[in-house]
């Protein structure tokens, strides 16, 4: 099972920045790629981006393209989310998923489920005020 634990949400003003971080321990066991998504209670999911782990590739939705830069650094298990110019309506749940294969922006219905549930962290809250 892989386990997804994010941090670095907060609130900051549009026009500013935050980096999120998603530490998959046992990420490296397996063949999955990594995803960034974010929901709020009522909503549906919506992809953010997602790297592919063998290419390096990311890729993004477009309304946060330029805006948002995701990478990984293998070697600690660890992928992150560089998101600056922050606008309100990027005020949101942020979660990390283990993602089937990532070749376009990252689709809900590629997020691994396992034996307990889909491998889906536990989110961290980003909130931007105009």
């Known amino acids: 099972q892989v386990q997804l634990v994010e941090s670095g949400g907060g609130a900051v003003q549009a026009g500013g920045s935050l980096r999120l971080s998603c530490t998959a321990p046992n990420l490296h066991a397996t063949r999955f790629d990594i995803a960034w998504f974010r929901q709020v209670p009522g909503k549906e999911r919506e992809g953010v981006s997602c790297?592919?782990?063998?290419?390096?590739?990311?890729y993004y939705a477009d309304n946060v393209k330029g805006r948002f830069t995701m990478s990984m650094d293998n070697a600690e298990n660890t992928a992150f989310l560089q998101m600056n110019d922050l606008k309100p309506e990027d005020t949101d749940v942020y979660y990390c998923a283990a993602l089937i294969q990532c070749t376009a922006a990252p689709n809900p219905e590629l997020i691994v489920h396992g034996e307990f549930g889909d491998y889906w962290g536990q989110g961290t809250q980003v909130t931007i005020s105009s």
């Open positions: 790297i592919n782990r063998k290419s390096g590739h990311s």
